[in-house]
Structures are given as structure tokens and as C-alpha cells.
């Protein structure tokens, strides 16, 4: 199982990015996707789901500037960052799994993370 991220970059606050997952070795459609970040010296948080049934859920932070979506025929979730801030700046983790997707104990398998650094 491979979950390949990318996407991320370096940007000025209030910029976009779009963030892609993409899986293979599994089957995609059977888990639910999620991204987490952890940012130097914090632990690893989570950041939005998108469930098996493309029921999207968000942390508090990032309700309404970060968008969860999930294309079954690719085997790929997104996440499209807008109005970026500098708390953002992290590295992203793309993650599946098929139980509480709030706990990361729950998830199965882990990407390697996409740096996102946004500049003030």
C-alpha cells in the first residue's frame, strides 16, 4: 500500500494550494481519507476527513478555507487550502483508515507528508 502526497509549497498568507493523495494497493473506496499536520515542535493534528460515504468533517481551524474531496475513479483525496495563514505551515499527512477517523490510532496506512509553508 502506497499513499503518495503532493502538493504542498511555499506561499504568501492568504494564498491556495491544492493538496492531492493518491493510493494504491488498496481498496480506496472501502476507507475513509483524512489529512493531519504537525508543525515543528507540536504533535500531529487532524485537520478534515472525507468518509466512505463523502461525508466531509473539519477542525474548527479550517472551517470554511480548507476543502475535503475524495474521486474514487482516481484513488486520490484532496485538499484545496485557501486563505492560507502562517499557523498553517506544517507538514501535511494524507491517511486512511476505517474506523474513528479522529484518532490516529485508528488509521491504517500513512503517506509521507507534503510540506506547506506559508510566509506573512
Known amino acids: 500500500v502506497q499513499l503518495q502526497a503532493s502538493g504542498g509549497g511555499l506561499v504568501q498568507a492568504g494564498g491556495s494550494l491544492r493538496l492531492s493523495c493518491a493510493a494504491s494497493?488498496?481498496?480506496?473506496?472501502?476507507?475513509?481519507m483524512s489529512w493531519f499536520r504537525q508543525a515543528p515542535g507540536k504533535e500531529r493534528e487532524f485537520v478534515a476527513a472525507?468518509?466512505?460515504?463523502?461525508?466531509?468533517y473539519y477542525t474548527d481551524s479550517v472551517k470554511g478555507r480548507f476543502t475535503i474531496s475524495r474521486d474514487n475513479a482516481k484513488n486520490t483525496v484532496y485538499l484545496q487550502v485557501n486563505s492560507l495563514k502562517p499557523e498553517d505551515s506544517a507538514v501535511y499527512y494524507c491517511?486512511?483508515?476505517?474506523?474513528?477517523?479522529?484518532?490516529?490510532?485508528?488509521?491504517?496506512?500513512w503517506g509521507q507528508g507534503t510540506q506547506v509553508t506559508v510566509s506573512s
Open positions: 494497493g488498496l481498496t480506496f473506496t472501502i476507507y475513509h
Open positions: 491517511a486512511a483508515g476505517k474506523a474513528n477517523f479522529y484518532l490516529q490510532r485508528s488509521y491504517h496506512y
Open positions: 472525507v468518509t466512505r460515504s463523502d461525508t466531509p
